[in-house]
């Protein structure tokens, strides 16, 4: 560790344990991350101190003011009219600072600590005053007291003109930055972004978005506590609560109803009744594959080992070696051909958070198998499979509970089936009390049967194509589940030209028909949507219609999208920087990662369109005044959120010890930040206990972030030791396949939304009359379209990509709100992992 590492590690001590104890109290964590040990004495500490070389700081302004010497002789009667805020801020506490004493305030202290005369007297104070027991209070002479209030006085008068500055089409003045000498290099183009709207989105490539905070707190630096620092953390809870709840609960009762359901219905395949036989053969032959797919990790070597009847053997390796390999081809068992179109094996490849472990892997095939291996209505041979696969499911009452207990937590997840399901046909067949063998041989009834199918099928199958080869509506063993933003997808391409004119939607269209500020402005007017296709507008409209009367409350993913829709409320009294038109840019760009996070966290269910602690000792720390993003709309919705995904996995006995402590503290954290935001907007005092929260807050989202990504039994140190893909933030997620008859050769591709490296952001921010450049991370969205041939692409994969293009699958839009930087870089994995000092 350098010098200046160690002593920054003395001066937080103190601090440090007061502020632990504290979040130890609020948010009552079950283990904390082990912090970097300090070895040596203070006395250690002074001699390292003394040997640190200083780069003297020179102000910026017109009174070129230079820290170093400030310690020398302070005309009292000089000319400050000139001066700026930092200027003027530095020379009034320069009487204090040489006799050491030891600010509060933490822009101060960093001030002076670049001298090589402060951190001494500030040592010399501190051994005083733990030797006599009193405070010390710095003396001053009556010329610099009248020096100093005259100094007050013009600092009153430049407050006054924080914003719109004279002579100027700034909405900041960047004059008035009481703390612009925390950055070594204040960019240009980041100092002319944060003069024009209050901030600026810097690229870089932190590993995680607590980073940056981790950083801001090793360096005193203000944080900006953005909406999506608190979105990614409910991400991993969501995504890592239910890998775990599909390892240890899910995963294990659906092994069983695919063998059960597999051995029952080989038990008719014996039966004289010759349409009960043939049904059973192919009953038993699909659940053999669904079997298959549940436990193993490879397709077979022979078909010996399938439990299988003998005439669907090889029908049953093709099927499981297709969804192996998970390319898109045709089939003799799903009855796809050059007429129908090809099934989509693709789809069959893990990805999300199920390529983290063999189980999830296995879990993911034998899922999608019972999700898209469809019975068509307009196939009397398929209508009567499903007859009596539904037939023999009402004879198991135990097969209905486990049924019950996977698909009815998932509904309330991930929403409700889109295509008709098991358990309905098997309601319908229930009231239809026939004997099995009399229903399966009457055209009559199996007709009535199948009428009834469709009517079910009709009413709750949204996502679909115009045109389509395949069975318009299908029986699903476990369907995927309807989320409206497919829906929406669909309605805003073209299917009706006869070359599409917009085969592929864009993220952007989601958030225009939820109506997020900014959206549709950019679509038409940056983007020129509507010159590519005039019937783009009205496309839009339609698509806002179809999803008008969502229930948004009625699945944890559906209340997800509507939390993001609060980023854009304009209905509250907001600072001035959230009320830009670039800020609706920075929400967009922080709805749009988040929800594909969200699609990244359903890749399974959700139906896609087919077209630290310290030491003890030394100097009390100073306070850190940073900021949270005050959106409170936000805030309670994501507290909603976060409540409801615990009553879900309570409800459903899915809770585990981890998810509920996790789910306390997550929820305290949005509590905490809302009550802050409310403050903020209301001019109410923030307390130095709340501004230390503030501060230490990527040390408490990392020890979240640990407690989430560890397995049972483990004891992560620090995020050094995550070695899973879940140590970086990207993620990726195919969301829409654009395949439909209408669209050219060229234009087959699958959309894919992702998340890149975490980006940081500046705001200027006014807190109690004084400007403060905070900062903060925001998420990085991506979007880009890949051949509809290629393989569909997995977090690895992504994380690979982002390694030769870190920028790559930025939106065009986003540059007006991005200040590249120079020198910005990953994350220094020892310094920022570590400890979380």
């Known amino acids: 560790m350098n ?12 601090f440090r344990t007061v502020a632990i104890a504290f979040l130890i109290l609020l948010f009552s964590p079950t283990a904390w991350a082990q912090s970097e040990k300090i070895d040596g004495s203070r006395g250690d500490a002074y001699i390292e101190r003394t040997k640190e070389k200083k780069t003297p700081l020179i102000l910026p302004g017109t009174g070129k003011i230079n820290i170093e010497k400030l310690k020398g002789k302070i005309d009292t009667q000089m000319d400050i009219s000139k001066l700026n805020l930092v200027e003027l801020r530095a020379i009034r506490n320069a009487f204090a600072a040489r006799q050491g004493y030891p600010f509060k305030d933490a822009t101060l202290r960093a001030l002076y600590n670049t001298t090589t005369w402060y951190n001494n007297a500030l040592w010399n104070v501190s051994e005083k005053e733990e030797t006599s027991g009193k405070k010390f209070s710095p003396r001053y002479t009556k010329e610099q007291l009248a020096f100093t209030e005259r100094i007050r006085a013009q600092e009153a008068e430049l407050r006054k003109l924080n914003f719109k500055p004279a002579n100027s089409k700034d909405v900041v003045n960047m004059k008035n930055l009481i703390n612009p000498f925390q950055l070594k290099e204040f960019d240009p183009k980041l100092y002319s972004m944060l003069g024009q709207n209050g901030f600026a989105i810097v690229p870089a490539e932190h590993n995680q978005l607590f980073h940056v905070y981790e950083k801001n707190d090793y360096a005193d630096f203000p944080s900006f506590v953005t909406t999506d620092l608190y979105l990614q953390q409910f991400h991993l809870y969501f995504d890592c609560v239910l890998r775990d709840v599909e390892e240890k609960h899910l995963d294990s009762l659906m092994i069983v109803f695919s063998s059960k359901m597999g051995a029952e219905m080989k038990t008719l395949t014996s039966s004289q009744n010759a349409e009960i036989k043939a049904a059973a053969e192919y009953g038993q032959a699909w659940f053999a594959v669904a079997s298959w797919l549940f436990s193993h990790d490879k397709a077979p070597k022979s078909m010996a080992t399938l439990n299988a009847p003998e005439a669907y053997k090889k029908m049953v390796m093709e099927e499981i070696t297709k969804s192996f390999e998970a390319e898109n081809g045709y089939s003799d068992m799903l009855e796809y051909d050059s007429q129908t179109g090809m099934f989509a094996y693709s789809l069959f490849r893990p990805r999300g958070h199920y390529t983290r472990s063999k189980v999830c892997s296995r879990y993911f095939r034998g899922m999608m198998w019972l999700q898209t291996a469809h019975f068509g209505t307009d196939k009397p041979a398929k209508m009567k499979q499903i007859a009596l696969i539904a037939n023999v499911f009402n004879q198991q009452p135990k097969l209905k509970t486990i049924y019950d207990k996977v698909s009815e937590p998932i509904t309330y997840l991930m929403g409700t089936p889109d ?46 194509l115009k045109k389509t080869h395949g069975s318009k509506y299908v029986v699903d063993i ?29 993220g952007l269209d989601w958030m225009a028909v939820m109506g997020l500020p900014g959206a549709e402005r950019i679509l038409m007017d940056e983007l020129k949507e509507a010159q590519k296709w005039k019937d ?72 896609q369109p087919m077209l630290a602690e310290c030491g003890d000792g030394g100097p009390e720390p100073p306070v850190v005044k940073g900021y949270v993003e005050p959106n409170v709309k936000f805030w309670e919705k994501a507290i909603a959120l976060v409540t409801r995904m615990d009553k879900v996995l309570t409800t459903y006995n899915l809770q585990t010890e981890k998810a509920k402590a996790v789910y306390e503290r997550i929820k305290e954290m949005a509590e905490f930040c809302r009550d802050i935001s409310i403050k903020e907007l209301n001019g109410g005092k923030i307390t130095d206990e709340e501004y230390n929260q503030i501060e230490i807050i990527g040390s408490t989202v990392e020890n979240i972030s640990l407690e989430l990504v560890s397995e049972d039994n483990q004891m992560l140190q620090g995020w050094s030791d995550v070695v899973s893909t879940d140590k970086k933030v990207a993620v990726v997620a195919d969301v829409f396949t654009a395949g439909g008859e209408n669209v050219a050769i060229d234009d087959k591709c699958v959309l894919y939304e992702g998340v890149g490296p975490a980006y940081e952001i500046y705001v200027v921010v006014e807190i109690d009359g ?65 400890s979380g000092c």
């Open 3 to 14: 010098h200046n590492s160690y002593y920054k590690l003395m001066q937080k001590n103190a």
């Open 419 to 464: 295509n008709a399901t098991l358990i309905q046909v098997a309601e319908l067949v229930k009231k239809m009390n026939l004997p099995i063998e009399k229903l399966l041989s009457s055209n009559k009834d199996m007709g009535k049967l199948t009428a009834n199918i469709e009517a079910i099928a009709k009413k709750q199958t949204r996502i679909e």
């Open 478 to 506: 476990m369907p995927q589940r309807y989320q409206p933003d497919a829906e929406a997808l669909i309605a805003t391409t073209d299917q009706d030209s006869p070359i599409s004119l917009r085969p592929c939607p864009k």
């Open 536 to 607: 783009f507008p009205k496309a839009l409209t339609t698509a806002r219609k179809k999803v008008a009367n969502t229930p948004w409350e009625a699945c944890v993913a559906n209340q997800w999208m509507y939390t993001l829709q609060s980023l854009g409320d304009t209905a509250q009294s907001l600072p001035y920087f959230m009320q830009t038109p670039q800020w609706q840019k920075k929400n967009l760009n922080t709805a749009l990662a988040s929800w594909a996070e969200l699609k990244h966290d359903a890749i399974l269910y959700a139906k």
């Open 770 to 834: 004084f400007l403060y450049l905070t900062r903060g991370s925001v998420l990085s969205y991506r979007e880009f379209t890949r051949l509809i041939s290629d393989p569909r692409m997995t977090d690895e994969e992504w994380q690979e990509e982002l390694k030769k293009s870190p920028t790559g699958g930025t939106p065009s839009w986003m540059k007006e709100i991005i200040a590249p930087v120079k020198g910005m870089s990953a994350d220094d994995e020892e310094t920022f992992y570590s």
